[in-house]
T-cell receptor
Framework: NAGVTQTPKFQVLKTGQSMTLQCAQDMNHEYMSWYRQDPGMGLRLIHYSVGAGITDQGEVPNGYNVSRSTTEDFPLRLLSAAPSQTSVYFC?????????????FGPGTRLTVL | TQLLEQSPQFLSIQEGENLTVYCNSSSVFSSLQWYRQEPGEGPVLLVTVVTGGEVKKLKRLTFQFGDARKDSSLHITAAQTGDTGLYLCAGELGGYNKLIFGAGTRLAVHP
């Protein structure tokens, strides 16, 4: 059981480039989400999904796209990277989207946009 | 403006001391979670509190949820060097397990 995996671990982009951050879980969890973590600001929710084919915006969705074609995968796309998107990105999953259900976090992707 | 205010931001103590970390908000949360994060890793859940006034204990860690479900505290008794890390509180707001995180408390316990 690998849990929540994220690739790549590190990435450097130039302004305007696009890329996809990969997230996968093997726990058959329905709920998946993406957060970004910036110094002094904690984690902020970007997008989330309550099941395959269903996604919705979180607190800071601008500049990011997501899709959920399978239960296992939840990729995060940056269409045109900006320096403000320099951050550490975490993917998380939980069995259901119920109150207080434990979320399992991946190890993170550290992204730098020059 | 942080929806969930966490204090203190930094804490440096000696082994054996006690400490308390606070999370405060003007919003009512359906649940409040505490996480611990090590450098280079994702947060790991310590506890979830759901009921107003609830107290949960995890060995030397005591977690309390305020009666109005707007605030919470984490108390560590007789801190150990292994307690060093970043502690995050997160409130569930609006259902669907959408979490609002505090900025975190970076704890350093020295031998």
């Amino acid at each position: 059981n690998a849990g929540v995996t994220q690739t790549p671990k590190f990435q450097v982009l130039k302004t305007g480039q696009s890329m996809t951050l990969q997230c996968a879980q093997d726990m058959n969890h329905e709920y998946m989400s993406w957060y970004r973590q910036d110094p002094g600001m904690g984690l902020r929710l970007i997008h989330y999904s309550v099941g395959a084919g269903i996604t919705d915006q979180g607190e800071v969705p601008n500049g990011y796209n997501v899709s959920r074609s399978t239960t296992e995968d939840f990729p995060l796309r940056l269409l045109s990277a900006a320096p403000s998107q320099t951050s550490v990105y975490f993917c998380a999953s939980s069995y259901v989207a119920g109150a207080g259900d434990e979320q399992f976090f991946g190890p993170g992707t550290r992204l730098t946009v020059l | 403006t942080q929806l969930l205010e966490q204090s203190p931001q930094f804490l440096s103590i000696q082994e054996g001391e006690n400490l308390t970390v606070y999370c405060n908000s003007s919003s009512v949360f359906s649940s409040l979670q505490w996480y611990r994060q090590e450098p280079g890793e994702g947060p790991v859940l310590l506890v979830t509190v759901v009921t107003g006034g609830e107290v949960k204990k995890l060995k030397r860690l005591t977690f309390q949820f305020g009666d109005a479900r707007k605030d919470s505290s984490l108390h560590i008794t007789a801190a150990q060097t292994g307690d060093t890390g970043l502690y995050l509180c997160a409130g569930e707001l609006g259902g669907y397990n959408k979490l609002i995180f505090g900025a975190g408390t970076r704890l350093a316990v020295h031998p």
